[in-house]
């Protein structure tokens, strides 16, 4: 098979869809795996690495996205990316459809079969190809939101862990799962007061004993959800329901109640947010300010950090990834769990979740597959 990876063209992403150590394993599978020029600069992978790894080194990325067999990227496909896609290929990347119907509209028409890291499953029930993006932004919303509170960039002026005299900040942190753990162990290594807010009591005893009483937890119930962001300085909102639109916790009158300068870092914005005011930012201008509350909502957090979060995530798909290109579409059809990664097959949908966020009648990919 042929596989192609692109250069990532979302406002600074550094991530590159396949490493040098990734395209030597496509490459000993038999493979042509063809790479956009300057596609890994952002983590210090020149051609030169590619082409010792055995991959071409191509000069566009349409050549690519019309030549190959199967894209392997980071990001979802842009306007320019999706309009390039044809039936018969497979899309191996991160997608979160359910909040952008655009790009939803443009990979049902292109006819491709996309696959969406974020929601491959393991017999766990866990999300093995999200889990380490979610370990990143974890661990940077607690940077980010650290720097948000800086008063010259419009925050209250806390320092987070306090200094001895002076009371620490407080960390609200609304979902225990990856994001909300990793967040946590950030925080609380900087010496905050930190919170998690759950609805699963056995993930809050599990949480507990983790934290050995270094961290908080609590019920999310309405009353326990505003108590702890009206008192908190910085809020992380970490839940999510795989492949679906995120909960909307946090309203936008529920900001009269909270700290003015207080700091929101969204990293449920990929799925649309999990607060009413938020919307996607960038990292060239990351925030914005809302009835005094700074917004934190980038939606490619870990693309900050590309050396980490782009060998984290090779490490995490390669081997589905050489499933999909050693036996194609059979691939899916015998593992159930890369299966649960279909997200839309020449022109339907085939993911719950997407398809009633975004009013599309839902196939089952068992069904399609057979089709095909």
């Known amino acids: 098979m042929r596989v192609g990876c692109p250069r990532e063209i979302k406002n600074h992403e550094y991530r590159v869809g396949l490493t040098p150590a990734a395209v030597r394993e496509y490459v000993a599978h038999g493979h042509d795996v063809w790479v956009e020029t300057k596609a890994g600069l952002g983590i210090g992978a020149d051609d030169a690495a590619y082409a010792a790894a055995g991959a071409k080194v191509v000069a566009t990325a349409k050549d690519i996205l019309e030549k190959c067999d199967m894209i392997v990227k980071v990001k979802e496909p842009q306007p320019s990316e999706w309009c390039l896609l044809k039936d018969g290929q497979i899309l191996y990347t991160y997608l979160h459809l359910a909040p952008d119907p655009e790009q939803t509209k443009g990979l049902i028409e292109s006819g491709v079969t996309a696959v969406a890291y974020e929601t491959v499953t393991d017999e766990r029930g866990s999300l093995p190809l999200l889990a380490p993006m979610s370990e990143v932004a974890g661990r940077l919303s ?56 759950d609805r699963s009591l056995a993930r809050l005893r599990q949480l507990d004993d983790l934290f050995a009483g270094r961290v908080h937890t609590r019920y999310s119930s309405l009353q326990a959800l505003e108590e702890e962001v009206f008192s908190a300085d910085l809020v992380i909102g970490a839940v999510l329901i795989p492949g679906a639109a995120a909960p909307k916790l946090v309203t936008r009158e529920m900001l009269s109640g909270m700290k003015k300068g207080a700091v929101i870092v969204d990293v449920a914005i990929d799925q649309g947010g999990c607060f009413e005011t938020s919307h996607a930012t960038t990292h060239s201008d990351p925030t914005y300010e809302i009835d005094g509350v700074i917004h934190y909502c980038v939606a490619n957090m870990p693309g900050a950090v590309p050396v980490t979060s782009a060998h984290a995530l090779n490490n995490a798909t390669l081997h589905h990834g050489l499933a999909l290109a050693d036996r194609g579409l059979g691939a899916l059809v015998e593992d159930k769990h890369l299966r649960n990664g279909l997200n839309v097959h020449r022109g339907r949908i085939t993911n719950k979740a997407v398809g009633e966020a975004l009013g599309y009648q839902v196939h089952s990919s068992e069904s399609v597959l057979a089709v095909a």
Do not use: E, W
Not at 172 to 197: E, F, S
């Open 142 to 197: 607690i940077q980010a939101g650290a720097v948000s509170l800086q008063k010259a960039n419009g925050g209250r002026g806390i320092l987070l862990g306090g200094v001895p005299g002076v009371a620490p900040g407080k960390v609200t942190i609304l979902g225990g799962g990856v994001v909300g753990l990793h967040a946590a162990r950030m925080a609380v290594g900087l010496g905050a007061d930190v919170v998690i807010l």
